[in-house]
């Protein structure tokens, strides 16, 4: 079990966030995990190509500029 903590991150699997250097690449969380040192971490998919994967820090994708989450309303469709 994963000992991911939602608040920390504010994300959640099925949440999409774009790319701000490239506005047409969205990225569907995955899955949500910890790794063996404690840090969170995500898993993406992109949603137009199902073989390209990105894993980052929670951290990374909820304070740096380069994503930015997508409202569920205006979410592409796989």
């Given at each position: 079990m994963s000992m991911f903590r939602k608040s920390d991150s504010q994300l959640a699997v099925g949440d999409v966030l774009v790319e701000a250097n490239r506005e047409k690449t969205h990225w569907r969380v995955e899955f949500l995990f910890d790794d063996p040192n404690g840090v969170a971490h995500v898993?993406?998919?992109?949603?137009?190509?199902?073989?390209?994967?990105?894993?980052?820090?929670?951290?990374?994708?909820?304070?740096?500029?380069?994503?930015?989450?997508?409202?569920?309303?205006?979410?592409?469709?796989?």
């Open positions: 898993r993406m998919r992109r949603v137009d190509d199902a073989t390209a994967a990105r894993t980052f820090a929670a951290a990374v994708l909820t304070s740096d500029p380069r994503f930015r989450r997508v409202p569920r309303e205006a979410s592409p469709e796989e």
